[in-house]
């Protein structure tokens, strides 16, 4: 019988400052030479991280009340519309939504600019009432005026991620980027080997409570998240093959860092949130360790063409292939390109790290575990124009 380690035996060594923590990128290098079994031997936590867009983000906020008290019923913070349906003054701020009028500002850059401690303009309209007679109020605000600040993201760190290519002669604004016409370029996501889902794809150790790393300060998995699909086909290596499941999380978002939770605006497309995501994942067993020293040439995705509707498939690449530059792609030689940030991911990872090493950041077993299969639907027209 191999060792099996508990997280409480984690947690001391933690606390002791004996824990020995590797990076996800680490574990697969140190996994060429050593085996799963002499790997849980020597490590107790493997850092792993992505930063990159995740549009399924956003922000509640309490404004407060004003004297005398508004019921808002719409609501704008520097002009971008945000939603109103929360109580008198709770809003949340859509990290992709945007005024139609000045479309390259957004929801995101609204938490990126409340993180950074600017102020921001606020205007709110109700229909008054007696409890609340105010009809309009324009103000100030930023994150030292509001009570309750905090990032909720009900889809983030996808579990891998689709290729995308354009076959076409026009070229395609996406949140992909933009894709050349005749396939001139392929973009990609996530941070392969370091990706946090695709280095527990069971979901043994990441769920309802896992304490993690989100925005520049500690943060927690609150939920699956939205479109959490375990149905999609695996790989030799347990792998999924293409999009599959997600996570929701949450944190402080007054403790959060513009470094890591960044406004970006695709062109054509709209705005998104960058979001830095870092999971620590305990080596429990043979199998965890079996499952945090895969590589990246054992990662493998799937190639879409973003330009033809459908998005037919036009076949399957590794991460390997990815980050040499090009792919080959109906047998044409493609430039690839990332539209996540490896380089900053790797420092979310380090960073973890150390501040485990440093006994600053324990973990925290999940008090409930994910769903096994679930699968997606999709959504049927049933009348009106398309």
Known sequence: MGIKKTYEEINEKIRSGKAVVLTAEEVSAMAKEMSPAEIVQKVDVVTTATFGAMCSSGAFINFGHADPPIRMEKIKLNGVPVYEGLAAVDTYVGATACDPDNPTYGGAHVIQDLIDGKELELEAWGKGTDCYPRKHIKTKISKETVNEMFLFNPRNAYQNYNVAVNTTDSIKYTYMGSLLPNLRNATYSTSGELSPLLNDPEFRTI????????????GYVSWPGTQFNTSKPKNEHGVPVSNSATIAVIGDLKQMSSEY???????????????????????????MAKRLSIRNDQIETTVLDYGTVGTPVMGRVTYEQLRSGSIKVNGKKVRTAPVSSLAKARKIADLLKEKIQKGEFELVKPVMTFPKNTSLNGLKETGGES
């Open 207 to 218: 769920g309802l409570g896992t304490r993690i790393f989100l925005g520049g300060t500690e």
């Open 261 to 287: 939770l960044q406004a970006a605006y695709y062109e054509k497309y709209g705005v998104s949130l960058f979001v830095g995501i870092g999971i620590p994942i305990p080596v429990l067993d043979e199998d």
